[in-house]
């Protein structure tokens, strides 16, 4: 077990998924993104944004081509989509039993 606590976990891996999702949406918006834009808007450092991308390129969830003046382009993968859907879900998830549970904190307070 985690000195943390499991809960410490889950928002740890919570945090990286809420990045990958982020990340995913932003190069849905704009496949010319640099990485500098790209982490400046996700507020990560230059070489967390790297290696986020390169891990999504790994998985098969962004496809990268270079365009022309030394640059990449990142392209969302059928299975990238796929993966956007999937943590959409589970963010929407967690946010509902969140709102829940605070809900019944406030009825019992």
């Known amino acids: 077990m985690d000195v943390l606590g499991d809960n410490a ?3 740890r891996e919570q945090a990286k998924e809420a990045i990958v999702l982020a990340l ?3 190069i849905e918006r704009n496949a010319a993104m ?3 834009h790209l982490a400046r808007e ?3 450092a230059l070489g967390l944004a790297n290696t986020y991308l390169t891990r999504c390129v ?3 969830l962004l496809k ?4 022309p003046s030394d640059r990449y382009a990142y392209y969302i993968t059928p299975q990238g989509f796929a993966e956007k859907s999937r943590l959409t879900a ?3 998830s967690v946010l509902f039993e969140f709102m829940r549970r605070a809900r019944i904190e406030l ?3």
């Open 58 to 60: 790994r998985k098969g």
């Open 64 to 67: 990268v081509t270079e365009v």
């Open 9 to 11: 976990v889950d928002r």
């Open 90 to 92: 589970r963010y929407l």
């Open 107 to 109: 009825e019992e307070f």
């Open 34 to 36: 640099t990485q500098r």
């Open 42 to 44: 996700l507020g990560i």
């Open 24 to 26: 995913l949406d932003a």
